[in-house]
């Protein structure tokens, strides 16, 4: 039978523009997040990551934002560059090295 | 320091063979961790060994199996290979098996079952 693909949400952005990627989690309980971004043909590789004891953290042009009360994250990225085009995925840790990916957000980044 | 190594990088295999992927973790880490990402379902959780012990396994049949040494290098195995089967094989590695510690990939391993 035909094979269907996830659909990807998708955030297109002009170079240099600011990126917001937004993620929305269910488990109240979540204590610990993380996001990785995905080049084609390459593995997930980290970008930063925060625990719930925490609302805010930055990393090296990006932002992470943590709002437990609408169980809400999203990273932001400083100055898109064309190097920031790839999928974005937000992983909530769970209680073990077990990571729960969802479908992820495709960012493309429009010279 | 050298990232997650996995090997071999693209394989093709034909239905009904068995397949053996391997992994080095970061150096001085204990867990790895195995995750399949194809373009339907998404990146899923195989399993995760620490310490040569499998700590958490996925929904995935019997066919998928995996074993860590004692120098924390992993396999995993897929027997009696389905079409279905071709995807990205990824591995992944921390210090700790508990929740909190950063979790590295490497670039995975792409089998196609023909």
């Known amino acids: 039978g035909e094979s269907v693909g996830l659909h990807l949400p998708t955030l297109s952005v002009q170079e240099g523009d600011n990126s917001i990627i937004n993620c929305a989690y269910s488990n109240s309980a979540s204590d610990y997040f993380i996001w990785y971004k995905q080049e084609s043909g390459k593995g997930p590789q980290f970008i930063i990551d925060i625990r719930s004891n925490m609302d805010k953290r930055q990393g090296q042009r990006v932002t992470v934002l943590l709002n437990k009360t609408v169980k809400h994250l999203s990273l932001q990225i400083a100055a898109t560059q064309p190097g920031d085009s790839a999928v974005y995925f937000c992983v909530n840790g769970g209680a073990t090295n077990k990571l729960i990916f969802g479908t992820g957000t495709l960012l493309a980044v429009q010279p | 320091k050298a990232g997650v190594t996995q090997t071999p990088r693209y394989l093709i295999k034909t239905r009904g063979q068995q397949v053996t992927l391997s992994c080095s973790p970061i150096s001085g880490h204990r867990s790895v961790s195995w995750y399949q990402q194809t373009p339907g379902q998404g990146l899923q959780f195989l399993f995760e060994?620490?310490?040569?012990?499998?700590?958490n396994k996925g929904n995935f049949p019997g066919r998928f199996s995996g074993r860590q040494f004692s120098n924390s290098r992993s396999e995993m195995n897929v027997s009696t290979l389905e079409l279905g089967d071709s995807a990205l094989y990824l591995c992944a590695s921390s210090l700790r098996t508990d929740s909190g510690n950063t979790i590295y990939f490497g670039e995975g391993s792409w089998l196609t079952v023909v």
């Open positions: 060994y620490f310490s040569e012990t499998q700590r």
